[in-house]
């Protein structure tokens, strides 16, 4: 109730509405369908099969744009950074997708992602002026106030169903981040997305897209909600969610379920070993397949059993196989049935399709479960249970020959980690997970924040490591427990940031005195919030080694991975280049800052390392 009376254009279109529902499009009139729908001449251009939306040009070069941006290690939030392989970012997930694009391109086992439903009621990030900057995005997205928390004003826009442009938003915001993620799977690997009735028709099309129809796997229904909702306005009690999946290639499979093993025994000492009773009874009618109904005799006894009503599953030649071979369990009576014994050493897999029914676990335990982890305080709403997210990693990633590399970039709670962590413990598979989770402010009259819990990234973080507390707990309590088999249950903090070197920007520079001031900033290219620490980090990704390589700090050189690359930040020498030679690194990346005048040690270094086969760049 707005307190404004109707216009009789909102009456004209309520009109249509009832009348024609299909002439509209995001609550506007699409003309073109009007005209169809009144039986007019319509030659539609370029006739084809395609979703578009408002906003989807300018979505591309969002994806497109570069991020200048970086990750800075946060090591006082980190638990045992230098030991674990886990990954928590804080930052826009945008951004952070498109910073770890070289470092992790092609090497992600499985996405899982809780992304907002479109409900009308959600805030989120989406570029709603496509004609802004990408300086102007970014200071948008990157909004903090005094104390460098990210404003909810600066990061998030609401996506009301009153809005013109309600579902195109919606696309606007999760497209670029697909097609970003789908980049980083491995050829075998696959993505789960959360979704409910709101958008899982266009996110059904988006994927189409971006995945390939070919590539789509199966539309999961998740039984959500234990008993019916009586709250509902239209009689309707809606229970159940989405997951959709899909696979980056055709390598790509999903385990499936594990067949009940407890049906095989061996009561008659078959050398052959454990087997069970199978039905050999066939689907087709006489006329269908007249080679599969005869009656069936036994040998042995001599008893005639009578032909089903829908034929044998084997024809009279192969049946004949089987009896000989002693595989037919024959009735002591004629008017049992016929079976099949079936070997355990036979079966090609241990396992069998898996449902997409999904209906073991329902929302309610996830609230459950945060709740216990922060002693019945309500901190989070609606989070997803660990135990739905166990069964995806078990289907996307079950292989233990491989690295298994989890990503979820709309981490909220911190399930995910929560569930690959007890996984891993259950099933002594060593995956990791990367969680990425904006620094979102929590409400101040929420519980979190009286609690002193500033973002949902705060309240993440600390359930990730009350979860490895209560794991590391019941690990210990086990008969079996061994202490020298690992479990990583630690991870380490990054955070998104602007970069530690200065970017030349040529906008504004209208006189020669402005550029003398623009090149003399740029004398020293380091921003002077730089740390080596922060430095090394960005140089590493930058140069597409991944956020777990190898580093050691010695004689002023950061060695990565042994050899690798050397990074020289500290100062350098004739006697720095020569050890930095012997150790024969791919790639030396120093300062430009450190040859400051020494221009022969600059080029005498360049010289002997071209000498060397080494690629040397400054910066």
Known sequence: MTGNSQIPKDILLNSLKELMPGIFSESKIDWERLKTTLGEDINFNN??????????????RVLQAPSTRTLIPAKEESINF?????IFIEGENLEVLKILQKSYFGKIKMIYIDPPYNTGNDSFIYPDKFSETKEEYQKRVGDKDEEGYMTKEGMFRKNSKENGQYHSNWLNMIYPRLFLARNLLKVDGSIFVSIDDNEVHNLRLLMNEIFGEENFIAQFIWKRRQNVDSRSKNGASTDHEYIICYRKTDNGLIRGAEKDMNKYSNPDNDKRGDWMSADMTGLATKEQRPNLHYDLEDPKTGIVYSCPQTGWRYEPKRMMELIK???IIFPKTPDGRPRRKKF??????????????????????????????????????????????KLLIQQGASSTDEENIILDFFSG??????????????????RKFICVQLPENCIEKSEAFKAGYRTIADIAKERIKRAANLIKNDKQK??????EKKLDLDFKVFKLSDSNFKLWRQQGIETVEELEKQMEFFADPISQDALNDFMVYELLIKSGFDLNCQIKHENNMYFVNSNEMILLLDSVSKDIISKVIKTNPQKVVALDKLFEGNDQLKTNTALQMKDADIDFKTI
């Not at 090609?348 to 982890?373: A, D, K």
């Not at 709670?413 to 060593?430: F, P, Q, R, W, Y």
């Not at 086990?478 to 202490?483: I, R, S, V, Y």
């Open 47 to 60: 006739e084809r099969y395609v979703l578009n939306w408002a906003g989807k040009s300018d979505s591309f």
């Open 82 to 86: 230098d030991e674990t392989e886990n």
């Open 325 to 327: 071979n002693n595989e």
């Open 344 to 389: 355990q050493r036979d079966l090609e897999s241990e396992f069998t399709g898996f449902s997409t029914i999904l209906n073991t676990v329902y929302n309610t335990q996830g609230t459950r479960e945060v709740r216990t982890i922060f002693n019945d305080k309500e901190y989070f709403d609606f989070p997803k249970p660990k135990d739905l997210i």
């Open 413 to 430: 709670s911190g399930t995910t980690a929560h569930a690959v962590m007890e996984l891993n413990k259950e099933e002594d598979i060593d």
């Open 478 to 483: 086990k008969l079996d427990f061994n202490p």
